[in-house]
C-alpha cells in the first residue's frame, strides 16, 4: 500500500466507525494532531503506532509496514490552498512572516525555528466576544554554521 | 509618502537609533510583533500611535498621514518565499494544515480561524535538548452562514 | 462517498428529473443559490437538508453523512477561469477591487467583508435596454485586531 | 502623462485635500465607486468630467486628456491578489462561481453578465449581529450569437 | 453524457462515416465553423439542432440534453497553445492586439468588440505568390457604462 | 534609441499633435493597422518610411535608425491580457481555434496560416442591433514539409 | 484510434521487433527522423506511407486513418523539458537564439526561419578529442509581409 | 562595468559604427555567432579577443576586465520568448525533441550532446523555392557514468 | 514495461523482500546510490545489471529490456519539490550556487561541472554534537569551447 | 546599506583589487565558499570579521552593521537558473534527489539533513580522464519530532 492508499482507507473507516482524532491520539499515546498527521502520510509510525492504528481502523496487513516507512511528503491539497480555513495561515505567512521574522531575530539572533523538531498545539477557547482558536508551534532553535 | 517608504525609512531609523521592537511596542503599548507589523504596512495605526512612532523614529511629518491609511496589503518579500525562516511555515502550510483542519472541525465544526480579527505571540523557551521558538495564533472562529 | 461524488451525481439526477434549483431549494427552505452551493461542495447540510436531498435526488445513503462533512473546498472548474460567465467575475476582481477597497474603507475603516458569514443573491431585471442581470453580497465586516 | 501617472497624483492630492469619493462622486454627478474606477484608470472621462476632476484635484492640465483616453485596462495591484479585501472576493469567484453560473443559466438561458454595460453598488448595512457590507453588479445580459 | 464525451464521440463518428463540418453545418442550416464549435462544447444547441446531430452522428439520446445544456467552457487543448496552428494566433493577440486596440478606440471609442455576440468566417483564397487564409470576427461593439 | 522608446515618443507626440492612424498610415501609403504596428515595434520600416514617420512625428534623428532595424518583438502589455479588449480575443483562441482548426484542415490539408506574411484588416460595421467590428486577417498557408 | 495511442503502440512494437528508424525510414523514403515526427505524432502521413508503417509494426487497421490525419501537436514530455538530452538544447534556445537572431537579421533582413517548411538532418562525427554530434535545422526564410 | 551594461554598450557602439558581426568576428579570429555570443554575454574571451573588441568598438578600459570575466549567464529575452524568430526554435524543441533524442540514443546509446563543448553554424542557402536558413548544432557526446 | 512500472515495482518488491540498496549495489557491484538510480529511471543497466535485478526482484521478463533502454528523464516527484529532505538541497542550490560558481570559476576558469559524467557519495558521520549526513557529488569539469 | 548594496559593492572592489576569495577567507579565517556566501548576503559576520571584511574591501563605515545583520535570504540570480553551471545541480535536484533520500532513510530512518547546521566543501580533483569538481555538502542529522 501508499501512503495516499493508507490515508483514503483510513478517513473513510474512522468516519464509518465514528471515531475521533481524540480517541485514536488516545489509542497510540499521541496527540490528535500528530495522530491525523501521521495518518495523513507525515510522520513515520513505530511498529506499536502502526499496529495499533491498523487494528482500530481494521486496514489491511500491509498498512502496517506502509505506516513504518520513511514517506515522500506530498501536499494532500491543491496548491496555492483554496479551502478558506487554510488559506488564511497561507495569508499570515505570505503577508506577516517578515515582520515576525524581524522580531524573532531580535529575541534569537540568526537562525530558524525547525519545522522538523516540532511539535504542534490547537486549542478552543470560549471569549465574551465569540469563540477562539488557539493554535502554537513549537520547535527547535537552530543557528547557521559558520566555516 | 507611500506604506512602503514608511517601512524603508522606519526600519532604516530602527538600526541606526539601535531601537528594538519590544522598545517600540513598549512606546505605543503593543506587543513588538504587532509594532513590527505596523511600521511592515499591515495595520492602520490609530493617531496616537502614529504620532508616537513618528516622533520616535524621527520620520517626516506625513508619515503619520500615511501610517492612518488603510493600506493595500502587499507582501514585503518574494513569493513562494526562499529565506529559511519563512520557508519553514509555509512548509507547515503546505503540508500539514489539511491534518490541523480536520481536527478543528471535529472541535468547532465547518468554519474558518479569522486571519483578521486575530493576534499573535512569540516567545523564546530554554529546553535541556537547546533552544526553542514557541508562536501561537489566536483567532476568532467564523461559521458559513446559511440563506 | 466523496463530495465530487455527490457534486457528479446530484448535478446528474437533476438533470434527469428536470429539477430547478429554485424546487430544490424550497425543498429544504432555502435559496436556489445556497442549495447549488451546497450540492456543489461548499456547504455543510444539517441532518434534515441532507436528507430531503438525498431522497429528492435518490443518492445512495452515504450521501447524507457526505453532504453533512465539512468538506476541504476545492474549486469545481480550471483556474484561471476560462468560461466567459465566471471570466467576468475574475476580471471585475482583477480590475476593479482595489477601487471598491478604497470607497469601502471610506466608508468601513480598514477591515474587510467576510466570505464565510456571507449570502448571496440573484436577479433577473427587465430593462428598457434589454434583460439585466443583478447579483448581491452582503458580508459580516470584520475589522483588525490590535495586540 | 499616463493613467498610472494620473492614478498616483489624484489619489496624493485627494489625501492631502481630505476629500471623499462621495465628495469626488458628487462634483461630477456620478457614484462614488465609477469617480474612483475614473481615477483608477478604468473609465473614459467626458471632456466636463475631466476638467472638473482635474480642477478639484489640482493635476496639471494634460491630465484632462489623459483622462479622455480610452486607456489599456492593468490592474492596480499583485494578482493573484494579497490583500485580504480583495482576496476575499478571489475566493468567491473561484469556489462558488460555478454554482452560481448553474443557478444564472436557469434563469436566462446560455450567455453571460456584461462586465463592460455594468454599474456597481456599495452599501453599509447595520444589523443586530454586527455592521455588514452589501455589493451589488448590475449588467447587461448578453446571449450567444449563432451563425 | 458530458460535453467532453458528446465530442469524442461526435469526432470519432465524423471520422468514421466520413462527414465533413461543411455537411453537418448544412444539415443544421448554421455554418461549418459554428457547427464544429456547437460539437466542440462551445454553443447551446436548439432541440431541432441538438436532434438532427445526434441522429446523423448516430450518438446515443442523451447527446440531445447534452447538446441543449449551457456548458462550462473549457479549452479543448493544452494551455499556452503547442500546435503551431493555433499558436501563430496566439502570437498574434500577444504581439499586435495593443497595436489594433488603438485603432479600434480611434474608430468606436472606449468599448470591446463582444465575444459573445458574435460570428467568425472562414475562406480560401488563391493568390498569385500562393494559396492564402482569410480568418474574419464579427461583433457587437459594447461601450462602457457610467453610473 | 530603442523601439520601447520610439513607441512611447510616437504615442506621446501622436496625441499631442491630435494626429490619427489613418493620417499617419496615408503618410506612408500603408493601413492604420500597419502603421500602427510599426510605431508599436512591429515591423521594419524602409527608410523612407522612416524618414516621413521621423519628421511628422518630429521624433530626434536616431528614431530613423530605429524603425529601421529588424526588432527583438517583446509585448507591449501584461500577458495573459488584462485588458478586456484583448481579452476577448484571448478567449476566442483559448476556447474556439481548436475547432477553427478542424475546419481550416478541412479546407487546406495540414499545415498553418501565416503569421509574418500576414495582413489584418480592421472596420466599423453599422448594423440594426447596433454597431458591429469586423476584423480579419489574410496570411499564406504554408505546408508541413516532408524529408 | 488518438495520436498518443499509436505513438504507444508504434514505440513498443518497434522495440518488440528490434527494428531502427533507419530501417522504417527506409521503408517509407525517408529520413529516420521525419519518421520519428511521423509516428510521435508530428506529421501527416500519405496512404501509402501510413500503410507501409501500419503492415510493418502490425497497427490495427484504424491507425491508418489516424497517421493521414492533421494531428493537434502537443509535447510528448513534460515542459520545461527535465530530460539532460533535451534541456541541453532549450538552454540554447534560452541563451544564445537572442545573439543568433541577431546575425540572421544581418545576412536576411527582418523575417524568421519557418519551422514547418523546414527539415532536420543528424550525424555522428568522430574527432580526435571523441566522438560529437552534429544537427542541423534546414528552414524556408519568410519576410514580414507590409500592408 | 556588468556584462549587461558591455552588452549594452557594444551593440549601440556597433550600430553608430556600422559595423557588422562579420567584420567584429574577422578582427578576433572567430565566427560572427561567437562574437555575438561573446558581447552577449555568453562567453570568457581571452586578454587579446578583450582588447581589440574594446578598441574596435571604443568602450571604456573596465569592458577588457568585463569581458574577461566568467559570467552568470542570465537570458537577453523574456521567456518563454516572444519574437517569432526565436519561439520556432523554442516549438521545435518543444514538440520534435523527443523524437530526435530517439533516433540519437539509436546512433550514441545514452547520453547528450555537450551545449557547453559545442559550437553553431548559420548559413543562407539559395533555393529554387526561395531562400533557406541552414543551422547547425556541433557538440562534444557525453556518456553517464557509472559508479 | 516502462520505466515508471520498473520503478513502481521494483520499490514494491524491494520491500516485500527486505532488501536494501547495500545489498542490491553489491549483487550488481555499484554503489548503493547508482542503483537506486537505475531502479528510479535514471541510468542504463547493462545487460547483465538488468538481468541480475531483474532475477532478484523477480520482475517480469520485459524488465530486462526497459532497464537497458535510454530513458526519457523526469522527476519522480512533484516540483518545486514538498518533501523537507528533498527541499533542504533545492535551497541550497536556490541560495548559495552563485556564491559557489564563483569561488569555482576562481579554481576553473569558465566552464561547469559535468552532470552527466558525474559520481554521488554519501556517507554517514557520527560528530560529538550528533549525527552528520555527508554528501559529495564529483564530475568532470567541461570548459566552453570557442570556435 | 542593504545587503544588495554590500554584495554589488564587494565583488566590485574585490575585482578591482583583483583579491580572491581564498585571501579574503584567509583574512577571516573561513573557508573561502563561506566568505563567499557571507558577502552575496547568506551568513550573519561577527564584529571581528565585518570590520576585517569591510576594511579590506574598503567598503563605507554601514556596511559593518550591515553584515552584522540578519538578513531575509533571495536568491541573486533568477529561478529556475539560467546559467548552465548552476542549472546542472537543479538537474540533480529534480531528478536523483528521490533515489538519494530513499538511500538516506535506509542510513538513518526519517528525518533530514539540514541545510542551517551545514557547511560546504569544494576541490580541483586531477584525473587521468581530465579535471574534476568535487564538492561536498556536510550537515546535521535531524530527526522529526513525536508529540
New interface residues.
Given amino acids: 500500500m501508499t501512503r495516499e492508499e493508507v490515508r483514503d482507507l483510513s478517513l473513510r473507516r474512522k468516519?464509518e466507525k465514528g471515531l475521533?482524532?481524540?480517541e485514536l491520539g488516545k489509542a497510540i499515546g499521541?496527540?490528535?494532531?500528530?495522530t491525523?498527521?501521521l495518518?495523513?502520510g507525515?510522520?513515520?509510525a513505530t511498529e506499536e503506532e502502526a499496529k495499533t492504528l491498523t487494528s482500530i481502523l481494521e486496514l489491511p496487513e500491509d498498512a502496517i509496514?506502509a505506516l513504518m516507512?520513511?514517506a515522500?511528503?506530498?501536499?494532500?491539497?491543491?496548491?496555492?490552498?483554496?479551502?478558506?480555513?487554510?488559506?488564511?495561515?497561507?495569508?499570515?505567512?505570505?503577508?506577516?512572516?517578515?515582520?515576525?521574522?524581524?522580531?524573532?531575530?531580535?529575541?534569537?539572533?540568526?537562525?530558524?525555528?525547525?519545522?522538523?523538531?516540532?511539535?504542534?498545539d490547537?486549542k478552543?477557547?470560549e471569549d465574551p466576544?465569540?469563540?477562539?482558536?488557539?493554535?502554537?508551534?513549537?520547535?527547535?532553535?537552530?543557528?547557521?554554521?559558520?566555516?
Fill in positions: 468516519d475521533t482524532w481524540e499521541k496527540s490528535p494532531i500528530y491525523a498527521m495518518l495523513y507525515y510522520g513515520q509496514k516507512r520513511a515522500y511528503r506530498t501536499p494532500s491539497q491543491p496548491w496555492p490552498p483554496t479551502d478558506p480555513f487554510v488559506y488564511r495561515f497561507y495569508e499570515i505567512v505570505l503577508l506577516y512572516m517578515p515582520a515576525i521574522k524581524d522580531v524573532a531575530h531580535e529575541l534569537f539572533g540568526d537562525g530558524i525555528m525547525s519545522a522538523i523538531d516540532m511539535s504542534i490547537l478552543k477557547v466576544s465569540g469563540t477562539r482558536m488557539l493554535i502554537s508551534f513549537n520547535g527547535k532553535w537552530l543557528s547557521y554554521r559558520k566555516f
